[in-house]
């Protein structure tokens, strides 16, 4: 166990509806990332908060946005879903900015299924 | 941007045995390289990670190489066990996680 809590663990939804994905980072870190992981592309860096802010953005699409909460606490949101959207994401947090060598710790995803 | 290519995509070892995986990456200025297990069902978690100032790391049965002149790095595991079952993903960054670019995974298979 990571220390890094995600829900809800499976999700079925239809395509053009919305979603919000939660995270909750392990005691004392500061920063969240969102990844998604699909068949076809892998594992991608989505978008990363560090206290509240955000520090920077992958393949995120306009579709989809972020927050951190003052708890550190994060969600994802999922908006005008499609099919190519099922997919695992996974939140992972570290206890700094995420420079070079800092672990950072997988939470244990939620699989996202579009119908 | 940085593209990682990662080589095998499957791998089958018998237990014992070592295991061999490669990456190459394009963006000469990356600096850090962290491998991850992912087992099935389950969330990646770092194995190793080595830095660009460094040509080899090792931790028990995990090793991991880096030639930054030729752009690729391998992960080893030596004496195999069926634990050691999983996919097994490398990456590459500049600036660290926020930038991470992965290979497309290695699936180990280690027979008995």
């Known amino acids: 166990d990571s220390g890094v809590t995600q829900t809800p663990k499976h999700l079925i939804t239809a395509t053009g509806q919305r979603v919000t994905l939660r995270c909750s980072p392990r005691s004392g870190d500061l920063s969240v990332y969102w990844y998604q992981q699909s068949l076809d592309q892998g594992l991608q860096f989505l978008i990363q908060y560090y206290n509240g802010e955000e520090r920077a953005k992958g393949n995120i699409l306009e579709r989809f946005s972020a927050q951190q909460f003052p708890d550190l606490h994060s969600e994802l949101n999922l908006s005008s879903l499609e099919l190519g959207d099922s997919a695992l994401y996974f939140c992972?947090?570290?206890?700094?900015?995420?420079?070079?060598?800092?672990?950072?710790?997988f939470g244990p995803g939620t699989r996202l299924l579009v119908l | 941007g940085e593209n990682v290519e990662q080589h095998p995509s499957t791998l089958s070892v018998q237990e014992g045995d070592s295991a061999v995986i490669k990456c190459t990456y394009s963006d000469s200025a990356s600096n850090y390289f962290p491998w991850y297990k992912q087992e099935l069902g389950k969330r990646p978690q770092l194995i190793i990670d080595i830095r660009s100032n460094v040509g080899e790391k090792k931790d028990q049965r995990i090793a991991v190489t880096l030639n930054k002149t030729a752009k690729h790095f391998s992960l080893h595991i030596t004496e195999t066990q069926p634990e050691d079952s999983a996919v097994y993903f490398c990456a590459a960054s500049k600036r660290g996680n926020n930038d991470m670019r992965f290979g497309a995974g290695t699936r180990l298979t280690v027979k008995p």
């Open positions: 992972a947090s570290s206890v700094g900015g995420g420079g070079p060598g800092e672990t950072q710790y």
